[in-house]
T-cell receptor, first 114, second 116 residues
Framework: DQQVKQNSPSLSVQEGRISILNCDYTNSMFDYFLWYKKYPAEGPTFLISISSIKDKNEDGRFTVFLNKSAKHLSLHIVPSQPGDSAVYFCAASEGETSGSRLTFGEGTQLTVNP | NAGVMQNPRHLVRRRGQEARLRCSPM?????VYWYRQLPEEGLKFMVY????????ESGMPKERFSAEFPKEGPSILRIQQVVRGDSAAYFC??????????????FGSGTRLTVV
């Protein structure tokens, strides 16, 4: 029962262009969505989050968009840089009754080519 | 900058042995979470603890796995009688409170367990 899905295992973009990473979910009880970046042999690093009552959140080069009716969110990185090359995980949180448990997607490997 | 410290970084165990994974949360954080990442998969929630209390262990396998977060010292994830399927990266994260969902947890670098 995969409640958070990232259907693209990999994405390759040119430096300076926009990277768009997608995520779909099935559980309408999710109230927060988060994006993490992960380099090999390191732990995930938090990037940006969005509440389910918002449809957009922006932080520097990173913007997350949420479409609740489609149960879809996306992370936009612009402009993309070679240092952004990493695995990106989408995660969702269900609410106070579940504490802060996060449900992760499978990840998308982003490669930014110089 | 003392982040979340996990040790050991790498652990090799023979089938049937016990594995003990340690996690020291960030200073000031009293909430600890354990996640497991199997090869080619995302992170899967295992357990959520506060000092001396298990809050949510819904992701823990029913047998052989246990976790604790004592009043003093690190959080310990213990796997008894390890099997090859336990080979994975185990990540610990900490937060100052339930508001982690807004600001994200801080993850450690993980312990890579290999069962031979």
């Amino acid at each position: 029962d995969q409640q958070v899905k990232q259907n693209s295992p990999s994405l390759s973009v040119q430096e300076g262009r926009i990277s768009i990473l997608n995520c779909d979910y099935t559980n309408s009880m999710f109230d927060y969505f988060l994006w993490y970046k992960k380099y090999p042999a390191e732990g995930p690093t938090f990037l940006i989050s969005i509440s389910s009552i918002k449809d957009k959140n922006e932080d520097g080069r990173f913007t997350v968009f949420l479409n609740k009716s489609a149960k879809h969110l996306s992370l936009h990185i612009v402009p993309s840089q070679p240092g952004d090359s990493a695995v990106y995980f989408c995660a969702a949180s269900e609410g106070e009754t579940s504490g802060s448990r996060l449900t992760f997607g499978e990840g998308t490997q982003l490669t930014v080519n110089p | 900058n003392a982040g979340v410290m996990q040790n050991p970084r790498h652990l090799v165990r023979r089938r049937g042995q016990e594995a003990r994974l340690r996690c020291s949360p960030m200073k000031g954080h009293s909430h600890v979470y354990w996640y497991r990442q199997l090869p080619e998969e995302g992170l899967k929630f295992m357990v959520y603890l506060q000092k001396e209390n298990i809050i949510d262990e819904s992701g823990m396998p029913k047998e052989r796995f246990s976790a604790e977060f004592p009043k003093e010292g690190p959080s310990i994830l213990r796997i008894q009688q390890v099997v090859r399927g336990d080979s994975a990266a185990y990540f610990c994260a900490s937060s100052p409170g339930v508001q982690a969902k807004r600001s994200g947890y801080t993850f450690g670098s993980g312990t890579r367990l290999t069962v031979v």
